[in-house]
């Protein structure tokens, strides 16, 4: 029975450090290597990822989309990145209030992979969302003096990697609602190796959205600018992205004044999306020893995960204030 217990051990232990070296084999790994002329005019680059939008017969609504209110540069400029599975309307209600107060060129993004079609969203690895908005941002220059970087969930996750990737190019970091990890800890699952196969196993290929509910806080034409049913193997996409860059420990990293703003009205009604916890140990670490004396954190207690679109029900008016109120505190207006 002893020699039983010792090869079973054995076995357990081997099959531990089999599993522990495909996890750090299979690290999710990217690298930046623009596939575009960075020296090129914006309106140059516009033209190019319409083009590309158009090509893989990209959503009507969730193209890119440039705001001007100079031919020129203004300012300060605002790059929004939409979130996973979205578009530019996850952030279009807010975003484009607050550039026309402050008169800022304004540009929102296409994720690749996203405003398509479910089998490009599961397709498209993380290391082409990280690249895209890299390139973007790095255009940023020739739309403002000044970048405001905003990010919603997954977005919100990218903005953090390029703020503290490139600190002094970023003068101030919105956060809405932030994903740094899964509110429901089944969802770590697919962190580890082999977790897509389990969930695919348990829940199937497809994950579903519910049906459409009058109090579910949502607006009918609400998925015309999200997936409504996605394949549970793209759900590895936003995993990997999220493991690459908290792996590069960016909090510390970021220097410019930040706000998160986050749902949270008591433990019963939260952010059920992405983890508040998370979002709040986060901000604990933005600046590491030295945080910038700007840093903001705001809870919205009317809302949902998505808090700054036509399309989702929130308070938009104090989430808007919110913003330019801070914005003003950081020089901007």
């Excluded at 969802?187 to 199937?204: D, K, N, S, V, W």
């Amino acid at each position: 029975m002893k020699k039983i217990l010792q090869r079973i051990g054995i076995g357990l232990g081997l099959i531990v450090v089999l599993y522990v070296g495909i996890y750090y084999a299979t690290f999710p790994k990217y690298e930046f290597h623009s596939s575009i002329d960075l020296n090129q005019d914006f309106n140059s680059f516009y033209k190019l990822k319409l083009e590309e939008t158009k090509s893989k017969k990209g959503r009507v609504g969730s193209e890119e989309k440039l705001i001007r209110f100079s031919p020129g540069k203004t300012e300060n400029a605002i790059l929004y990145i939409h979130g996973f599975g979205a578009s530019r309307a996850e952030g279009e209600a807010t975003v484009d209030q607050i550039a026309s107060k402050l008169k800022a060129n304004t540009y929102y993004l296409r994720l690749p992979g996203h405003g398509t079609n479910n089998e490009d969203h599961r397709d498209t690895p993380f290391t082409e969302y990280l690249r895209v908005a890299e390139e973007t941002f790095l255009m940023m220059d020739k739309l403002g003096n000044h970048t405001i970087l905003m990010g919603t969930s997954m977005g919100g996750l990218i903005s953090t990697y390029l703020a503290s990737k490139y600190p002094d190019k970023v003068r101030v970091l919105v956060l809405y609602s932030p994903f740094y990890d899964f509110s429901v800890p089944l969802g770590r699952l697919f962190f580890y190796p082999g977790g897509t196969a389990l969930g695919e196993t348990i829940q199937g290929k497809i994950r579903k959205s519910p049906p459409k509910k009058p109090d579910d806080g949502i607006g009918e034409h609400y998925y015309e600018y999200w997936y409504k049913d996605q394949y549970l193997a793209a759900v590895k996409n936003v995993s990997e992205a999220t493991k690459f860059v908290l792996a590069q420990d960016p909090f510390p990293k970021i220097t410019s004044p930040t706000l998160l703003v986050y749902y949270y009205k008591d433990k019963d009604h939260q952010d059920k999306t992405a983890s508040v916890t998370a979002m709040l140990d986060a901000f604990s670490k933005i600046g590491g020893e030295h945080p910038n004396p700007l840093n903001t954190k705001v809870a919205i207690e009317e809302g949902s995960h998505v808090l700054t679109s036509t399309h989702v029900h929130s308070d938009k008016p104090k989430v808007e204030a919110t913003v330019l109120d801070f914005l003003k505190k950081a020089g901007i207006r």
